[in-house]
């Protein structure tokens, strides 16, 4: 069976995601079993114009982020979306609540020049392109990359954890970071990480997004317990673009 081609492109971001790729080693050779990377800067010297699954990093930013998207898109017939900033915008999506000079003022300084400038509003790729999957976390976990390669690769749909990194959270017999006076985003972020940040000492910050339908009353439930309010979890989820 001939293997489905795979691109990877990046957009803005840290390039983190594909460093993690570049982390999966020994992995990253039983993947090359399924399938054949035939574009990737960070990667590889080679391109082509043709390929099956293309894997987008990174937010768009600009005009050009656009059309050069949908170009991608247009090509492949299965598109990931691979991290936070592909996902939800990311850490991008901060400069939005700024106005551009501001945002420009405090990264450039005084050798601030027009061409540094993004000039659009900055989109996670489904805000520009329909997506078939998408990979949560900034950065992703490895693992996560190479169960939703191997499902698509077999024609499946991956399946994104529905339920919150509490779940998780409780399973480890973790203390609750509550319990030490932190706020954790753990009641409305999306799980799949196995609680990594709680587990190893630090509170959640949301780098998975927002479950689909967070449990409103239950957070808001906990929030008052701990003398905190919803509001105050939903600010913090603003951090990685989580709509
Ligand atoms: S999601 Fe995080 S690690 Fe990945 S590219 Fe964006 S900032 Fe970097
Ligand atoms: S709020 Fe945070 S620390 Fe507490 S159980 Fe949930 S994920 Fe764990
Ligand atoms: S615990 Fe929260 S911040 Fe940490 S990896 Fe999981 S979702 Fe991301």
Redesign the pocket.
């Known amino acids: 069976m001939k293997k489905p081609r795979v691109a990877i492109f990046d957009f803005a971001g840290c390039e983190g995601c594909q460093l993690q790729i570049v982390n999966l080693e020994e992995e990253l050779l039983q993947l090359l079993e399924v399938v054949d990377v035939v574009e990737w800067r960070e990667g590889i010297s080679d391109q082509s114009p043709e390929f099956d699954i293309a894997i987008v990093e990174g937010a768009i930013t600009r005009p050009q982020d656009v059309r050069r998207l949908e170009q991608i898109r247009a090509r492949a017939k299965v598109l990931v979306a691979l991290g936070a900033c592909a996902s939800h915008g990311g850490v991008n999506k901060l400069r939005q609540r700024l106005d551009l000079a501001a945002a420009k003022r405090i990264v450039y300084g005084t050798a601030a020049r027009e061409e540094f400038l993004v000039s659009g509003p900055v989109q996670a790729v489904d805000e520009v392109v329909s997506i078939d999957a998408r990979v949560e976390g900034c950065p992703i976990d490895r693992q996560e990359l190479g169960n939703v390669l191997r499902t698509l690769v077999l024609g499946g749909e991956p399946k994104v954890p529905n339920y919150p990194?509490?779940v998780e959270?409780?399973r480890a017999g973790?203390i609750?970071?509550?319990e030490r006076g932190e706020i954790?985003l753990?009641?409305v972020t999306r799980g799949g990480c196995g609680?990594r940040c709680?587990s190893f000492g630090m509170?959640?910050y949301g780098c998975r997004g927002s479950v689909d339908e967070p449990n409103i009353h239950a957070a808001r439930a906990v929030m008052e317990r701990y003398g905190r309010t919803v509001q105050e979890l939903e600010e913090r989820l603003a951090l990685f673009g989580s709509r």
Request: proline share 13%.
């Open positions: 990194v509490c959270c409780k973790n609750c970071r509550y954790c753990g009641p609680a709680p509170w959640c």
